[in-house]
């Protein structure tokens, strides 16, 4: 299809339901490749639409039709009309009860939406529009109906059977041919994209959880046998999340059951169907041995984020998928801060902080940005991205920073409250925490609708005679989208104003930070009683998702970075001095200058930061860590992939080498060969790993057996991951007899099988295109297991920018060639990998022109999905 062929879908189109659904009844024969659905609909007209289309349109996908009744009587062919994405029931009645029947085939489901077979098991996968490749349905979050499910099963087969809801009626019923069946019924109202079924052999680890009020709740993950002993971390999140759901918002879980699966297939990382969550293996399966510190700590996140969605997506929907920021941006803030309270604020904030400004920001900046409330799209699928998601809990989070942890929660209450069982607007969402506080968001409501990262630029000046301190600020809105008329948005500013002696300056009254609200292009702010020029501590806690320009000099960063009272802002003072240095030496590298020296100043703030270890030490390993090149490739209009490389790795070698003794003494103090999972563990950890890839940049033999050593003594995957990573940078002659021990090692661990294909394909040896493409040949690769190929084609794509912007195109062709390859087994997970095309307008003419060739090749192709073709052409034509 071209791109003028493809649908587009306006807010501005949005209409109410002509007709509604009070009841679902399903019924399934399950079979791997012919699966039997009956469907029992209760539909009346809906009584709120003012339109008089006299006929009934239900969407229908991939469907093989059996038969048809309405109220009982089969219909014949003239009351209806069939084809590949619609069944028009001609004129029905007000009121009536349609029955289908239809197969599918859950086994030539490539797409993985709608039902679908994982190695033994049968699954599904609804959000945003997969039901319909179950059955015909009205398949809008707005019509919300209450279900009730059959499942008949082969016994042997499908031992496990599970839907959304409580179960109904005693254990599975016994059948003739070696069947068995399960009822299960969900009292709450749901859209079909909450939908959910579950069979298999699946082992169970099974817990229970007393909510606030004193109800127990059944507790059950489902995995294959193989990895049940990978389950304990889940469970103890799933309650920890229970918990604090209720003490953090006052949410308390509403089913007698909640139960989540685990599936090696799957598109995304989870998702929360009500009762029955089903998640990417990824972010369930999790021991010591076999994931990282990270790993654990997503798990916990992805599960938190998983069940917060029962109120903030589920009790609470979406009206239509416009919509999407309402449940995902708000169910991200929760989940951050359910994670903060987990582990540490400063260190969440910092990493989430980093993922935004290193990949939103890109998104926001590229071709494809757009507002977290879109205003048109093709494919829904494509819009499930990092400004939706990451910058939408900005905007929630501005939302609780200008109304303060208590109004803020006044504001979920009421909107809890008010919107129960309802299909809702992120418009109410803002209406309910204005109506709650006596606010007036009118003017902050812009940042649903305007695209783009804003930047602000500040000015200070200081008043010898008046003791007055004046911060100025201009605000511009950069987007390169084509918005007309940009309106000034409102932004929380949070600051803090240091002496000299780095003591924090009395704001109000106590108060040594404040929140002051840019409404304004321009605005400025007086503060009185300053005794000498302060030093400004500004955008605290990264109290809006902008760019801030300020004009302060390396010593005052150095000030900042030594004495700023928020963590994150000394943070960041840290990484600023450290990005002014790069960018320089980027400079010199381009201009063929002399490399300009680190100043004393910093590498002795780094010492002493080094010598005297901080209560948190995850925390301070973020403060000792450099930015990221893809952080500081954002930063630069045109990328130089060769300069940046050089500069990053001149300025961590000078820290390396100024600081060697303490790298070195502080690697040998934190290394503990198989240490625990308790915070202090984890965190000595990663202070250790960071030490060792400062020592790395060294190239001494020394340091390099410490770390083979590492490799080779690691009993708990953090340490081996850390060290392999190492390795695989090295000559290929060398680190291939690594991989092959690793590989020997964890054959049978597919998710740890994943870590060591994006290894290899994310390593910056020479010949590293060659291996990958050999990758994409080994055996264990799978064009349809999206982990895989996320871990080689899509580990290449986003995360070895180096031989990905290869300058003579080979990497480029290499992805799109594989994007195509992709495209007619797995549309959405093809269409996300033609994302790392949409950047060249961040390269050199050379590099624009061959992205844009394969953009090119690729829009042309036929047939191509449009989830494809709509990336592509937005690609091509911003
Ligand atoms: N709603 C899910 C979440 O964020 C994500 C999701 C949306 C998804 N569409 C999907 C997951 C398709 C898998 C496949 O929690
Ligand atoms: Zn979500």
């Known amino acids: ?32 490749d012919k699966t039997l659905v009956n469907s029992r609909l209760n539909i009346y007209r809906n009584p709120d639409c003012k339109k008089t289309n006299p006929d009934l349109v239900l969407m229908g996908e991939e469907l093989t039709l059996i038969d048809l009744k309405v109220d009982g009587e089969r219909l014949h062919p003239e009351h209806y009309t069939l084809d590949d994405k619609t069944l028009t029931i001609h004129n029905p009645s007000a009121r009536f009860v349609l029955e289908i029947s239809n197969h599918i085939n859950p086994s030539t489901n490539t797409a993985l939406s709608g039902l679908y077979k994982s190695n033994t098991m049968l699954c599904t996968q609804c959000e945003a529009e997969g039901f319909r490749r179950i059955t015909w349905f009205l398949d809008r979050p707005d019509v919300m109906s209450i279900f009730s499910v059959t499942m008949v099963a082969d016994k042997d087969e499908y031992p496990v059977l599970l839907s959304n809801g409580n179960r109904t009626g005693s254990p599975n019923i016994a059948l003739a041919d070696n069947k068995h069946a399960a009822r299960w019924h969900d009292p709450f109202p749901k859209p079909s994209y909450l939908f959910a079924l579950v069979a298999g052999d699946l082992a169970c680890l099974k817990d229970s959880f007393t909510t606030c009020s004193g109800r127990e709740v059944a507790l059950e993950v489902y995995v294959e046998e193989h990895d049940l002993d990978k389950t304990s971390h889940a469970m103890q999140s799933l309650k920890n999340a229970m918990r604090w759901d209720e003490q953090a918002f006052g949410r308390e879980y509403d089913l007698d059951i909640y139960m989540i699966v685990a599936v090696s297939h799957f598109n995304m990382g989870a998702m929360e169907n009500k009762g029955l969550n089903i998640f990417n293996t990824k972010y ?36 239509d998928w416009f919509q999407l920021s309402l449940k995902e941006g708000f169910t991200v803030f929760r989940d951050q801060q359910f994670t903060a309270h987990q582990t540490s604020e400063a260190v969440k904030r910092i990493k989430d902080v980093n993922m935004l400004r290193t990949h939103q920001f890109a998104e926001d900046a590229g071709p494809l940005s757009h507002p977290i409330r879109p205003s048109s799209f093709v494919e829904i699928n494509n819009f499930y991205t990092l400004t939706i998601y990451e910058k939408g809990a900005e905007v929630v989070r501005m939302l609780h920073t200008l109304l303060g942890e208590t109004g803020f929660r006044k504001g979920c209450d009421l909107y809890f409250e008010r919107y129960d069982g309802q299909a809702v607007t992120t418009e109410d969402f803002v209406t ?46 950069n987007s390169p989208s084509t918005q007309a008329d940009k309106e000034p948005l409102v932004i929380p500013i949070r600051l803090g104003l240091l002496d000299d002696n780095g003591k924090e300056l009395n704001l109000h009254g106590e108060q040594t930070s404040t929140v002051l609200e840019l409404t304004k292009a321009e605005q400025s702010f007086t503060f009185t009683d300053i005794n000498t020029e302060p030093t400004p501590s500004i955008l605290r806690g990264f109290s809006a998702p902008i760019k801030l320009q300020q004009t302060l000099s390396i010593e005052q960063k150095i000030h900042l970075f030594q004495h700023d009272k928020d963590a994150f802002n000394r943070w960041e003072a840290g990484q600023n001095c450290l990005s002014y240095f790069i960018f320089k030496t980027i400079d010199a590298i381009q201009n063929h200058h002399k490399v300009p020296p680190l100043p004393d100043e910093l590498v002795g703030t780094f010492r002493a930061i080094l010598q005297q270890p901080l209560a948190d030490l995850a925390y301070q390993s973020l403060l000792l860590s450099l930015p990221s090149k893809a952080y500081l490739a954002e930063q630069m209009s045109t990328i130089d992939i060769d300069a940046l490389y050089q500069a990053h790795r001149i300025v961590k070698q000078t820290l390396a080498s100024s600081l060697q003794d303490l790298w070195l003494a502080h690697y040998h103090a934190n ?154 087994i797995n549309p959405q997970v093809a269409a996300r990998l033609a994302n790392s095309l949409s950047h060249w307008k961040k390269f050199d003419s050379t590099r624009q022109q061959l992205i844009k060739a394969q953009l090119s090749r690729i829009q042309a192709h036929t047939p191509l999905s449009k989830d494809v073709s709509e990336i592509v052409s937005r690609s091509l034509t911003a």
């Open 432 to 477: 309910a925490l204005e109506d709650a506080n006596n606010a007036n968001f009118e003017q902050f409501k812009q940042w649903y609708s305007q695209a783009g990262t804003p930047t602000v630029t500040v000015t200070t000046s200081y008043n010898q005679n008046e003791k007055t301190y004046t911060v100025s600020f201009e605000q511009h809105n």
């Open 1 to 32: 299809m071209s791109t003028s062929e493809q649908k587009t879908i306006y807010l501005k189109d949005y209409t109410v339901p002509e007709f509604l659904i009070s009841k679902t009844e399903l019924h399934f024969d399950l079979s791997a």
């Open 284 to 319: 369930v399966l999790a021991s010591e041995k076999t994931a990282t510190d990270a790993d654990f700590e997503n798990v916990e996140a992805v599960i938190g984020h998983e069940y917060f969605h029962n109120w903030s997506g589920n009790r609470v929907t979406c009206r």
């Open 671 to 824: 290394h503990h060969v198989g240490a625990g999972t308790d915070s202090q563990s984890i965190a000595q950890r990663s202070f250790k790993n960071l030490c060792l890839d400062y020592l790395m940049a060294l190239e001494t033999d020394e340091v390099r057996s410490m770390c083979i050593q590492q490799f080779e003594t690691a009993r708990n995957m953090t340490d081996q991951i850390a060290a392999l990573a190492e390795l695989s940078h090295l000559d290929t002659s060398i680190n291939v007899s690594y991989f092959d021990a690793f590989y020997q090692q964890w054959k049978n661990e597919d998710l740890v099988i994943d870590k060591w294909f994006a290894l290899q394909a994310c390593s910056e040896t020479t010949d590293a295109l060659h291996s990958v493409k050999k990758l994409t040949q080994h055996p264990d690769f799978d064009m349809k297991t999206p982990n895989r190929v996320r871990s080689v084609i899509g580990a290449f794509a986003t995360a070895n920018p180096l031989h990905f912007n290869a300058i003579d195109g080979s990497g480029y062709e290499f992805v799109a060639d594989n994007i195509l390859l992709l495209d007619s």
